[in-house]
């Protein structure tokens, strides 16, 4: 058992980071005996070197960041399960809202950001709606289909013991969707930053989207790229969190990958 758990551990882990390690050494050596001007190829090590120097001025600006990123994604969540609970027990008011809905989906976010930027200003509040509207669809689309998947003998059994909607809610179709609601979490987190991205890209004097948009500007690369990987290394710890969680929550479910 123990080398069981000790080779999974290897498997999970170890596997990308032997595949990280080696990416940056391809990049590390290519930028090395690349002609290319540094500003165009940094080597990693030095962006890794930025990120040490400079970590505090980095993390001011993800808290901004994360701040818009986590709340926007937060009310996402809360929205789009109120949504779907209520359109799977009233199909007229999932047919009168739904194609609004996809209207809002379908408009390209860039083409909606500035309104939301007119809206709720240049503040925190019109990142935290734009986070909101990238992360809302997919998660309604995969909380409507879990809360819909039932086991049809577990929902008859159900009704000949006289359940109520509530009870059959809470005893066979919450538990039934969370392995549909996990997976649509995991890909909202990402794009949870992206949001957090586009705001901070359109308006905004703080944020790490603010830093690697400046420093892009003014061709100091490396700076941007190390603003880039602290983002990612925050999207990363977000998604592997949700997936600590999927596994305590959906317990019965073989776990796949990451």
Known sequence: MLKKN?????????????????GFLIWEITALISTLPEFLLPRPSQIIFEIFTKFSFFLSHLGITMLSAITGYLIAVLLSFTLAVIFVHSKTTERGLYPWIIAIKIAPILALAPFVI?????????????VALICFFPLLVNTIKGLK??????????????????????????????PFIFPALKISSALALTGAFVGEFLAADRGIGYLILLYSRILETTTAMAALFVMTLAGMLLFLLISFIEKKVVFWQKSEGI
């Open 6 to 22: 000790i080779k999974n551990r290897l498997k999970n882990f170890g596997i990308p980071f032997l595949f990280f390690a080696g």
């Open 118 to 130: 007119l809206w709720f200003g240049i503040g925190i509040a019109s990142k935290i709606v734009i």
């Open 149 to 178: 998947t039932v086991d049809e003998n577990a929902l008859e059994l159900l009704d000949s013991l006289s359940a109520g909607k509530w009870q059959i809610f809470l005893k066979l179709r919450l538990p039934g969707s969370l």
